[in-house]
C-alpha cells in the first residue's frame, strides 16, 4: 500500500529538482536564522540568570541552535542530491545514504516542531524558576557585604526599574522581608528596637520600598516609607494611588517578556519547520522517481514517485527494527544472564 | 609649466575611468552614510529637545543631512561620467561639462570640510544651551498639573536614571529650588510654614533630592532626604560617602555624551572628505589627459594629464583677468559715444559702387 503515488513525466523531474535546488538553498539560510535566533533567546535568557532559580528552560534554545546546525548539513546535502538527481551517472552513489539521511533528516525536524512546543509548555517550570530566584533576590538585598550576593541589591534595582514592575507578586513583598541591613540601623534608637523586637524572628520590617520601585510618571515625588499610612503623607490614599510605585510584580513583568520573545521566536521556527518539511517531501518524491528510472536504456520516461512504499506503520516498523534489536539484543543478554544467575541459586 | 604633470598611455587612462566609475559610486554609499549621520544626530537632539534651550544648533545635522544628498547626486554624475569616458568618442557628449562639474565639485568639497569642521565647533553652543534648559527643567519639575510642563519630571527622572547623573552641575543644585509641589504641602503642619517662611521668596526649599539621583551602586539604602544632615542617618558622612547619589551633573553627562557622537560623526566625514577630493584629483587628470588626446588628434595615444595647465599663480592671475573682463562687458565705452560701430574699417571685399548716389524720384500712384 503505497502513500502518495505522483506521477513524473520528464518535465516535471527537471522542474522538480531546479525548485527544490532553490529551496533547498533557502532551507539553509533559514537553519542559520534558526541557529541565530537560539542564540538570540539563550542570550536573553543568561542576561537575567540571577533571577532564575534553574536552569530547566534552557532546553528551547538549547534545541534551536542544534536543529539550526543540523538543518544547515541536511539542506547543503539535500541541495547536492538534487544536482545529482537528474545525472543518471552519478545519482546511484547516494543510493546507500539516503536511507539513514532521511531518517536523521525526519528526527531533526520533528525535533524543531517539538522546539516550538516546548517553549509554549515550559511557561509553567519558567514561572517557578523565576518565584523562587526573585525571591532569594529579594531576601538577600541587604546583603551587600556578603561575597556571592554583593551584587543582589544591583541587579534588583536594576530589574526592577527596568521592567517597571517591583517585588515578586508584587510591592507588599517587600514588608515581609528585611531589606535594610543591620549595619545602617542604630541599635540605640528606641524605635528601632521597638520594630525588631515586634515580630518573632528579630528583623527589622518596614512597610516601604527600596528606590527602584518608584515610578518616574507620578506627579508627586516618591513616597517610599510608611506607604500603608495614610496619615503619614498629605493628600495621599494608598488604596487609590496607582502611579507612586510600580504596581506589576517582577514575575508577571519577566514571564510576560520571555513568552512575548518565544511567541516571535515560535512563529518564526513554524514557517522554518514547514519550509524544511517541504524540502524533505519533495526530496523524497524525487528520489522515488528517480530509482525508477535506473537501469533504463531512456531517461526521459514516465515514472512514479511515492511518499512510502509501506504503510506508515510499516515504515515506521522497518526504521525502528534495527534500533529494537539492539536494545532487544541487551536484553537478550540480560535474560540469559538472569536466567544462568537463577540456576546455580535454585542448585543448592 | 602644468601642476603635477602625468603621462597616460591608453590602457592607463581606461583603468584609471574604470577605477574611478568604481569609487564614484563607493563615494555615493559614504554620501548616504553622511545622510544617515546626520538623521542619526537630528533624532538624537531632538529626543532631548525639551531639556535644550532655545539655540542655534539644528544647523549641523541638517548640513550634513544637505551634504549627504548633495554628495550622491554629485558622484552619481560623477560615476556616469567615467562609465562614458573609457570611449573617446562618447567623452565628446561630457567635455563641455566637466570642467564644469570639476569645479562644482571642488567648491563642494570645501563644504564637506566644513561640514566636518562644525561638529567639532558645536559644543560650545550645546554647552549653554544645555546649562539653561536643565535650569529651566528642574525649575518647572514640580508643575506636573500645568499643561505643557507636566512631562517635565518624567523626562528629568527618566535622564537622571538613564546618564546617572543628579541636577546641573551637581546634586546640590535640586537644594535651590522649590521641587515638590504645593499641592502636597500641608500648610496646617508648622514645619511647613516654618521653612515656607526662612527664605524671601517663600519657596519650600530642603536638604533633598528626587529618588531618580539614587545610584545602585550603593551598599545601603538610599539617603534622599537630609542628605546634608549626617546625624540624622545612622552611620552616615555625607562629604566623605560618594556612592549613595550620583555625583556627576546631568549637563556634564549630556554634554559627554553628543561630544562622542559629533566626534565619530566628524571623523567620519573627515575621512569623507579626503576621500572625495581624491575621487576629485583622479576626474580632473581623466579629464585633461582625455582633452589633450582629442587635440591630438588619435585616441590611441599617450597623453599628458596635469592638474593645473600653467603654475598655481598663473591660473590664479588669469582667472581673474576673465572675471574683470566679464565685469567689463557691461561698462559703456565714452570715446565714441557708446556706438561701438563708429570708426571700425569695413572687412568686406565686395564694392557696393559710390557713396553719393542721389535717391530715386518715387512716381506718384494715379
Redesign the interface.
Known amino acids: 500500500m503505497v502513500v502518495m503515488k505522483m506521477k513524473f513525466p520528464f518535465q516535471k523531474r527537471v522542474k522538480l529538482a531546479q525548485g527544490l535546488w532553490l529551496l533547498s538553498w533557502c532551507a539553509t539560510v533559514a537553519g542559520a536564522t534558526t541557529f541565530t535566533l537560539g542564540c538570540l533567546l539563550k542570550t536573553e535568557l543568561r542576561r537575567r540568570a540571577e533571577v532564575m532559580d534553574n536552569t530547566d528552560i534552557h532546553v528551547v534554545p538549547n534545541t534551536l541552535m542544534i536543529v539550526g546546525l543540523a538543518s544547515l548539513g541536511i539542506n547543503y546535502f539535500a541541495s547536492k542530491i538534487c544536482q545529482d538527481a537528474l545525472d543518471a551517472g552519478r545519482f546511484p552513489r547516494w543510493k546507500n545514504f539516503l536511507k539513514p539521511y532521511f531518517a536523521v533528516s525526519c528526527f531533526f525536524t520533528v525535533l524543531m516542531l517539538l522546539s516550538v512546543i516546548m517553549s509554549y509548555a515550559m511557561k509553567g517550570s519558567l514561572e517557578s524558576s523565576l518565584k523562587a530566584g526573585l525571591r532569594n533576590g529579594i531576601r538577600f538585598y541587604k546583603d ?2 556578603t561575597p556571592g550576593r ?1 551584587f543582589q ?2 541587579n534588583i ?2 530589574l526592577q ?1 527596568e521592567f517597571e514592575c517591583c517585588g515578586n507578586n508584587d510591592f507588599r513583598d517587600w514588608f515581609e522581608v528585611q ?3 543591620n ?4 541599635f540605640g ?1 528606641k524605635e528601632v528596637k521597638d520594630r525588631v523586637k515586634s515580630n518573632v524572628d528579630g528583623r527589622y520590617l518596614v512597610d516601604g520600598v ?3 520601585c ?1 515610578n ?2 507620578s ?4 513616597i ?1 516609607y510608611h506607604l500603608t499610612n495614610n496619615s503619614a ?3 495621599y490614599d494608598y488604596l487609590t494611588e496607582e502611579l507612586n510605585i510600580y504596581l506589576r510584580g517582577c514575575r508577571e513583568a519577566l514571564v510576560h517578556y520571555y513568552m512575548g520573545l518565544m511567541n516571535t521566536i515560535g512563529a518564526g521556527v513554524l514557517s522554518i519547520f514547514i519550509l524544511q518539511g517541504s524540502v524533505l517531501v519533495s526530496l523524497r518524491f524525487l528520489q522515488t522517481a528517480m530509482e525508477a528510472v535506473a537501469g533504463k536504456e531512456n531517461t526521459e520516461i514516465e515514472t512514479e514517485g511515492y511518499l512510502l512504499e509501506k504503510g506508515v506503520k510499516d515504515t515506521i516498523m522497518e526504521y525502528l527494527d534495527p534500533v529494537l534489536k539492539f536494545f532487544l539484543l541487551k536484553n537478550g543478554g540480560k535474560v540469559e544472564e538472569g536466567a544462568a544467575a537463577d540456576k546455580p541459586a535454585a542448585v543448592p | 609649466m602644468a601642476v603635477l604633470r602625468v603621462k597616460f598611455t591608453k590602457t592607463k587612462r581606461d583603468k584609471l575611468a574604470q577605477v574611478l566609475w568604481i569609487l564614484n559610486w563607493i563615494s555615493v554609499v559614504t554620501g548616504v552614510i553622511l545622510f544617515a549621520l546626520g538623521l542619526y544626530l537630528k533624532v538624537e537632539i531632538n529626543k532631548r529637545v525639551e531639556l535644550m534651550a532655545e539655540r542655534d544648533i539644528q544647523y549641523v545635522p541638517n548640513m550634513l543631512i544637505a551634504v549627504g544628498l548633495i554628495a550622491c547626486a554629485i558622484n552619481f554624475l560623477g560615476g556616469k561620467i567615467c562609465y562614458d569616458c573609457v570611449d573617446t568618442t562618447k567623452f565628446l557628449r561630457w567635455k563641455l561639462i566637466m570642467l564644469p562639474y570639476i569645479v562644482c565639485t571642488f567648491f563642494f568639497t570645501f563644504c564637506v570640510l566644513v561640514g566636518a569642521l562644525m561638529c567639532y565647533s558645536m559644543r560650545g553652543e550645546l554647552e549653554e544651551s544645555l546649562a539653561l534648559g536643565l535650569t529651566q527643567a528642574m525649575r518647572f519639575y514640580k508643575d506636573t498639573d500645568i499643561p505643557g510642563r507636566c512631562f517635565l519630571k518624567r523626562t528629568v527622572d527618566m535622564l537622571q536614571i538613564q546618564f546617572q547623573c543628579c541636577g546641573n552641575s551637581g546634586y546640590k543644585d535640586w537644594f535651590q529650588i522649590q521641587w515638590i509641589s504645593n499641592r502636597y504641602l500641608d500648610m496646617s503642619q508648622q514645619h511647613v510654614v516654618d521653612r515656607l517662611r526662612s527664605n524671601v521668596e517663600g519657596k519650600y526649599l530642603m536638604d533633598g533630592v528626587p529618588f531618580s539621583c539614587c545610584n545602585i551602586n550603593s551598599p545601603r539604602p538610599c539617603i534622599q532626604q537630609q542628605v546634608t544632615n549626617n546625624s540624622a542617618h545612622y552611620n552616615y558622612e555625607h562629604q566623605t560617602e560618594e556612592l549613595n547619589l550620583w555625583m556627576k551633573g546631568c549637563r556634564q553627562a549630556l554634554l559627554e555624551y553628543y561630544t562622542d557622537i559629533m566626534q565619530s560623526i566628524g571623523l567620519t566625514v573627515l575621512i569623507t572628505w579626503l576621500f572625495e577630493l581624491s575621487v576629485l584629483t583622479g576626474v580632473r587628470y581623466l579629464q585633461t589627459s582625455l582633452e589633450n588626446v582629442l587635440r591630438q588628434g588619435d585616441p590611441d595615444s599617450e597623453s599628458d594629464g596635469w592638474l593645473l595647465e600653467n603654475s598655481f599663480m598663473e591660473t590664479a592671475r588669469i582667472n581673474l583677468n576673465i572675471i574683470k573682463s566679464l565685469g567689463k562687458n557691461n561698462h559703456i565705452d565714452t570715446a565714441k559715444n557708446g556706438d561701438p560701430n563708429i570708426d571700425v574699417p569695413s572687412t568686406s571685399k565686395a564694392h557696393y559702387g559710390p557713396d553719393n548716389v542721389p535717391p530715386k524720384t518715387i512716381k506718384e500712384a494715379s
Open positions: 551587600t557585604d554583593c541589591k544591583q534595582d536594576r526599574m531589606w535594610i541591613s549595619r545602617y540601623l542604630d534608637s527600596p528606590f527602584s518608584c518616574p510618571r506627579p508627586r515625588p516618591c517610599q503623607h498629605y493628600n
